[in-house]
């Protein structure tokens, strides 16, 4: 099946810090892509949405300048938290839709964001 | 606009039980639906989805689910619970742009 991979897996940073998400589909093309912050015990909630060759479409409430999403290809996605603060410690976790219509979701690990 | 209701945030269930996680969603189009399991750190693996069809629909790990249109439900069953099977459960549905709403989860503890 279709693979989605994220690197780092997890990563401890500095307040004030920048950090830099990838996600890469690797067997597969994927001009869209989702980015998911996911709370301790809690659903996934919808970032943004990235668009391969344009700019990203962020969900209510999510500061496009604080989350700055590149969709550099067709395989891969960058999600960068700049300035980052203890409260941006999360679990963040990007996916890629199917590419054959099946309306499936592929969902990369995940990443563990901890800023001290 | 969709939205989809977890009604239970965890079950505790013994080994070998049978169990029912309930889902309920709303939404103004037709919709596809969709069950993830989600271990400890990890992402999300499919479980089972129904696009059209057939109203029962099988995955793996020996899960099913059942579409019920006029009870907007899509529960999802297991005859024998394993301890594997703890994790968190993700219900989920998507219109036909691909993006995915889901519930709030529901943490199934299987119990020795």
């Known amino acids: 099946g279709a693979v989605v991979s994220q690197h780092p897996s997890r990563v401890i940073c500095k307040s004030g810090t920048s950090v830099k998400i990838e996600c890469r589909s690797l067997?597969?093309?994927?001009?869209?892509m989702f980015w998911y912050r996911q709370f301790p015990k809690k659903s996934l909630m919808l970032m943004a949405t990235?668009?391969?060759?344009?700019?990203?479409?962020?969900e209510q409430g999510v500061e496009k300048d604080k989350f700055l999403i590149n969709h550099a290809s067709l395989t891969l996605s960058t999600l960068t938290v700049t300035s980052a603060h203890p409260e941006d410690s999360s679990f963040y976790i990007c996916?890629?839709?199917?590419?054959?219509?099946?309306?499936?979701?592929?969902f990369g690990p995940g990443t563990r964001l901890t800023v001290t | 606009a969709q939205s989809v209701t977890q009604l239970d945030s965890q079950v505790p269930v013994f080994e070998e039980a049978p169990v029912e996680l309930r889902c309920n969603y709303s939404?103004?189009?037709?919709?596809?639906l969709f069950w993830y399991v989600q271990y400890p750190n990890q992402g999300l693996q499919l479980l089972l989805k129904?696009?059209?069809?057939?109203?029962l629909v099988k995955g793996i790990n020996g899960f099913e689910a059942e579409f019920n249109k006029s009870q907007t439900s899509f529960h999802l069953r297991k005859p024998s619970v394993h301890i594997s099977d703890t994790a968190e459960y993700f219900c989920?549905?998507?219109?036909?742009?691909?993006?995915?709403?889901f519930g709030g989860g529901t943490r199934l503890m299987v119990k020795p």
């Open positions: 996916s890629a839709p199917n590419d054959r219509g099946s309306y499936e979701q592929y």
């Open positions: 067997d597969f093309q994927a001009t869209t």
């Open positions: 990235s668009n391969e060759g344009s700019k990203a479409t962020y």
């Open positions: 939404s103004s189009v037709s919709v596809y």
């Open positions: 129904y696009l059209s069809g057939s109203t």
């Open positions: 989920a549905v998507s219109d036909a742009g691909n993006m995915l709403t």
